[in-house]
C-alpha cells in the first residue's frame, strides 16, 4: 500500500521557494506543521544585464518567453548555476531522514518548467523588470527628432496632455499589466458585421525605420497581427449562430 502525499502551499519568490503543510481549517489542533524554506541563488549584476540584452535584440524570443517556452540558451547557459539549493533547505518538522524537502524540491521544478517567467522572478529578474528594461532598450535605438523651438517643445507637451498617453506609453503599460494583446474596454460594446473572411494575411506597415536596431521585428509584427486576426475570427465565428448569419444574408 502507497502512502498518501502531503498537501502543501508552494510560494516562490525572488531568492527563496517556501512550503507549508495544508492545514484543515476545521482541525482544532494548535500545533504548527512542517515548513520547508528553499534558497536559490541570483543573478549577477552581468548576468542580468546580458539575458535583458539578448531578448532586446531578439523579439521572437520575448514573445516565445511570455507564452512559457524558455529559450535554450537561457536553459543551458543561466539554469545550471541558479537552481535550488537543496543541501541548504531547512524544514522546521525535526523529523531524521525528512521527504518534505524532497517533495518540494520536486513540485517547485515543475512549477519552474511550466512558467520560466515565474523561475526569472525567482532568480532575480521578474517580468515587470524585464519588460521595462526591454521597452527602455527598444525606445533608446528610436532616431531622435529633430532639435526645435522652446514654443514648440511647450506646445507638444500641452497637446499630449489633452490627448493622453503617447502609443509607446500605452504600449509599456499594457505589457507591465499582461494585457498587450487584450482588447480595450469599448471592444465588446461595438457593434459589426462580417459575412466574409478576408483573403491573405493583413497588410502590415514596415515597423523597420522606427526600430532599426531590433533583430526581425517585422517578423514579430506579423507575427502578432496574424495571432491578433485569427483570434477576432474566431471569437466572431463564435459569437454568431446560423440563424442569424442567415439573416445577416437577407
Known amino acids: 500500500m502507497t502512502k498518501k502525499k502531503e498537501a502543501f502551499e508552494l510560494s516562490i519568490v525572488p531568492g527563496w521557494i517556501h512550503a507549508e ?10 500545533e504548527a506543521g512542517w515548513r520547508v524554506d528553499l534558497p536559490c541563488p541570483q543573478l549577477a549584476p552581468e548576468e542580468r544585464a546580458e539575458i535583458i540584452e539578448h531578448f532586446t535584440d531578439d523579439p521572437l524570443e520575448l514573445n516565445a518567453l511570455l507564452k512559457n517556452h524558455l529559450p535554450a540558451w537561457l536553459d543551458e547557459r543561466i539554469s545550471p548555476k541558479h537552481s535550488p539549493e537543496a543541501a541548504k533547505a531547512e524544514c522546521r518538522c525535526g523529523e531524521t531522514g525528512c521527504k518534505h524537502v524532497p517533495a518540494v524540491i520536486q ?4 512549477k519552474l518548467q511550466e512558467e520560466p517567467l515565474l523561475w526569472l522572478t525567482l532568480i532575480g529578474l521578474s ?9 527602455r532598450g527598444w525606445a533608446e535605438t528610436m532616431p531622435e527628432a ?6 514648440e517643445a511647450l506646445g507638444r507637451l500641452e497637446e499630449k496632455g489633452k490627448t493622453g498617453p503617447s502609443a ?5 503599460e499594457a505589457a507591465e499589466q499582461g494585457k498587450l494583446h487584450e482588447p480595450g474596454a469599448g471592444y465588446r460594446d461595438i457593434a459589426f458585421h462580417l459575412n466574409a473572411k478576408p483573403e ?19 517578423q514579430v509584427v506579423a ?11 474566431e471569437d466572431l465565428s463564435g459569437k454568431q449562430d446560423p440563424q442569424s448569419r442567415r439573416k445577416e444574408r437577407r
Open 168 to 172: 509607446g506609453e500605452w504600449l509599456a
Open 21 to 30: 503543510e495544508a492545514r484543515d481549517h476545521t482541525s482544532s489542533g494548535t
Open 223 to 233: 507575427q502578432l497581427t496574424s495571432e491578433t486576426a485569427a483570434k477576432a475570427w
Open 107 to 110: 513540485a517547485a521544478e515543475q
Open 200 to 218: 491573405g494575411e493583413p497588410r502590415i506597415d514596415n515597423w523597420t525605420p522606427l526600430l532599426p536596431n531590433i533583430k526581425a521585428v517585422q
Open 127 to 135: 517580468r515587470e523588470e524585464l519588460l521595462d528594461a526591454v521597452f
Open 146 to 151: 529633430a532639435e526645435s523651438s522652446d514654443d
